[in-house]
């Protein structure tokens, strides 16, 4: 008798989480649907432009990496909920009904923001960097609050699926996903938007932050320093990174 209803409450827990699998992909379907598709299509029509530019930097380099591990973070996103669903279990600590509801909740208020975020960029949208380009420096709206609101609420939605679906493979991807996005900030566009905007953008830095509000602002260098003055960067299009500080507060 006690197998019996120990063997019924393993089943009736393992469709539970073949539910919010199922419910994961569905998801993320809405999010890269929400995310990648509308808005792609939204940037189309306002500007005959699609916005993506790609994976930048040789082979090989911090540039590269950050797009090639977004893309496998993407790709760990969909195994997550489907090697579930073909019997991952998830980790023991995160197995809980209140850790998948609130992953649920983070997924779909991630999704919502990365989307108003993304429309608060207007036509300055884009998905990754080109050098030649310049876009207009946007600061106003969710952007006051932090520097990569749009960065922030993706990581929200990827901490939201990991939680609903807590395995190896999910969290797995939600480490690169956090590492990529680390790397694209970092690496790529805060020294492409030091070169491209100079002094506007070492002083929006040095009073935002990053990824949280007060956190991750950057100290300016003096306005006659190369790497704020785009007017003395070297001749010879050197990318070097920005000679900026970190400071927390």
């Keep these: 008798?006690?197998?019996?209803?120990?063997?019924?409450?393993r089943t009736m827990t393992e469709l539970g989480n073949d539910a919010v699998a199922v419910t994961a992909l569905a998801i993320y379907a809405l999010y890269l649907g929400v995310g990648l598709g509308l808005r792609t299509w939204v940037q189309w029509r306002r500007t005959g432009d699609t916005g993506w530019r790609g994976i930048s930097g040789r082979?090989?380099?911090p540039e590269w990496w950050a797009g090639v591990l977004f893309t496998l973070a993407l790709v760990a996103g969909v195994l997550g909920p489907i090697t579930a669903l073909f019997g991952l279990d998830p980790v023991a600590a995160l197995d809980a009904a209140p850790v998948q509801l609130l992953g649920v909740a983070a997924a779909v208020a991630g999704i919502a923001a990365t989307f108003v975020t993304q429309l608060a960029m207007g036509t300055s949208w884009r998905i990754g960097v080109d050098e030649t380009e310049t876009t207009d420096l946007v600061t106003a709206g969710p952007f006051a609050l932090v520097r990569n609101p749009i960065f922030t609420a993706m990581a929200t939605t990827g901490l939201g699926l990991a939680l609903m679906v807590p395995n190896p493979v999910a969290l797995f991807?939600?480490?690169?996903?956090?590492?990529?996005l680390q790397l694209q900030v970092r690496v790529v566009e805060e020294s492409y938007l030091v070169r491209t905007h100079g002094q506007s953008y070492a002083a929006y830095a040095a009073t935002v932050g990053r990824?949280?509000?007060?956190?991750g602002r950057l100290t300016p260098e003096p306005s006659n320093h190369?790497?704020?003055?785009p007017a003395t960067n070297p001749a010879d299009g050197s990318t070097d990174r920005p000679a900026t500080t970190e400071r927390v507060a």
Excluded at 211 to 215: E, K
Excluded at 226 to 229: G, I, R, S
């Design 1 to 9: 008798m006690t197998m019996t209803m120990t063997n019924r409450m």
């Design 59 to 61: 082979f090989g380099s």
């Design 173 to 180: 991807g939600l480490v690169l996903l956090l590492v990529a």
């Design 211 to 215: 990824f949280v509000p007060g956190l």
């Design 226 to 229: 190369p790497a704020t003055n």
